[in-house]
């Protein structure tokens, strides 16, 4: 089955302007997330919900993002860039921030550690034959060595902290987004740059709330 890009297409140029008056201003951003069809990554019954500004259930208990701040994590990512080079996504769920990632990097690697998601990302990614995007099966929490350094790293899950192998896989002067849980059921977005091998630069953004970041792959 082709992806119908048409379908819905009013509904998802409706949720970039609304993300635009909301402070989204990278135009390639916007631009990413007018195109990719939101719709095809969630269930069939929740296709009507699926330009709204909300996270929906994708099975196993996890949940596809918010557009809102989806776009927030990749602008953060971006600033004045036009395009990202070589970028980890951790977490993919159903696969549709990788759609967006790669559009927008000139690689994109998508690690997700509970096997029926994977596959399921998998069959909804195939149509758009993705050629820039590498989808693996493991517990992102080792993130990729072979692959490394990357010069974005962005986690769809929160830990209590950024796992440390993923700081080392980050090139030097890359940038990576994350939520990390507080303990008081809190979760805040961190930006963390790397300025040199040993120095890192951390900037605290918006309170959010995400699935927990869990450890080993199912
Ligand atoms: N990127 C998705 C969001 C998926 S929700 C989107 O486009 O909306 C977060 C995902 O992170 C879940 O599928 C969960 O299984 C996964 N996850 C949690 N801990 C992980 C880990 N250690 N390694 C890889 N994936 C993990």
Not at 114 to 138: G, M
Request: hydrophobic share 40%; with cysteine; net charge neutral.
């Amino acid at each position: 089955m082709k992806p119908d890009w048409t379908h819905l297409d009013a509904a998802r140029r409706s949720m970039a302007q609304r993300l635009a008056m909301s402070g989204i201003t990278h135009h390639e951003v916007l631009q990413a997330m007018a195109t990719v069809p939101r719709h095809v990554f969630v269930e069939p019954a929740l296709e009507g919900q699926a330009y709204e500004d909300s996270s929906l259930p994708i099975g196993r208990e996890q949940t596809i993002s918010k557009p809102s701040v989806i776009a927030k994590m990749i602008q953060a990512l971006m600033q004045k860039q036009t395009k990202m080079g070589r970028v980890l996504e951790i977490g993919t769920g159903c696969g549709y921030q990788a759609a967006v990632l790669s559009l927008l990097s000139e690689e994109v690697y998508s690690v997700e550690r509970i096997r029926s998601l994977h596959e399921n990302a998998r069959a909804n990614l195939r149509p758009f034959r993705i050629s820039n995007l590498r989808l693996i099966f493991d517990d992102g929490n080792k993130g990729i060595p072979q692959a490394a350094p990357f010069d974005n790293i962005i986690l769809a899950a929160a830990g209590s902290e950024i796992p440390r192998l993923l700081l080392e896989q980050l090139a030097i002067g890359g940038k990576l987004i994350a939520p990390v849980a507080n303990g008081e059921n809190q979760q805040q977005l961190l930006l963390v740059e790397r300025l040199s091998s040993m120095r890192y630069k951390r900037t605290t953004l918006d309170e959010v709330f995400f699935v927990p970041l869990q450890t080993g792959t199912i």
